[in-house]
């Protein structure tokens, strides 16, 4: 079955080392998204992406990077971790064809930076 | 701008009650509407979702959801709540053509046995 997973889902770090989180999707879906989830906010876009070599800011994209070298992964980069990145990270997938829109979500990814 | 509001942070019923869990959205044409629930420790899961035609759509675990324009509502409603259905729900709202999603702040549904 097609499915969509994240790594770590948990992670602990420093403030100021570079954190990557992994994104892996098998629906070769064209679209992909990062955000991140926290108390009172709901779920804030941070980065996404059309398709291979495409990537665009999202509401809160300071602080964090992305690149897509094939359709399955977008892995999210943060640069220097802050504490203010503490939170958790989801990811999530959809389709271009048609207009379903629906967007599939990874298990998300805890992280804690101390 | 787009936006999407849930007014009631957390909301109780007791095991086989009704529910409805509110959702206002702001969007210049018609949105794609979309209603998901997270279980705790868990990513978020597709309840239903609304595009055009009938202004009723039913979802998957019983849930159902009524597109008001008029109100720009889209509610979500369950005739009997059961245990299973603690969680947090968000209603989102997906611009028509961009594939991206404004999401709400979420509601927190307690469950009494």
């Known amino acids: 079955d097609a499915e969509i997973t994240q790594s770590p889902r948990h992670k602990i770090t420093e403030t100021g080392r570079q954190v990557t989180l992994a994104c892996h999707q098998t629906?070769?879906?064209?679209?992909m998204f990062w955000y991140r989830q926290d108390l009172g906010h709901g779920l804030r876009l941070i980065h996404y992406s059309y398709g291979v070599q495409d990537t665009n800011k999202g509401e809160v994209s300071d602080g964090y990077s992305v690149s897509r070298s094939n359709t399955e992964d977008l892995p999210l980069t943060l640069e220097s971790a802050a504490s203010s990145q503490t939170s958790v990270y989801f990811c999530?997938?959809?389709?271009?064809?048609?207009?379903?829109?629906?967007?599939?979500f990874g298990p998300g990814t805890r992280l804690t930076v101390l | 701008a787009q936006s999407v509001t849930q007014p009631d942070i957390h909301i109780t019923v007791s095991e086989g009650a009704s529910l409805e869990l509110r959702c206002n959205y702001s969007y210049g044409a018609t949105p794609y509407l979309f209603w998901y629930v997270q279980s705790p420790g868990q990513g978020l899961q597709l309840l239903l979702k609304y595009f055009s035609g009938d202004t009723l759509v039913q979802g998957i675990k019983g849930f159902e959801a009524e597109f008001k324009r008029s109100q720009s509502s889209f509610n979500l409603r369950k005739p009997s709540v059961h245990w299973s259905d603690a969680a947090e729900y968000f209603c989102?709202?997906?611009?028509?053509?961009?594939?991206?999603?404004?999401f709400g702040t979420g509601t927190r549904l307690k469950v009494l046995a």
């Open positions: 629906w070769n879906h064209n679209n």
């Open positions: 999530a997938s959809s389709d271009d064809r048609g207009f379903t829109d629906t967007q599939y």
């Open positions: 989102a709202v997906g611009a028509s053509g961009t594939y991206k999603y404004i």
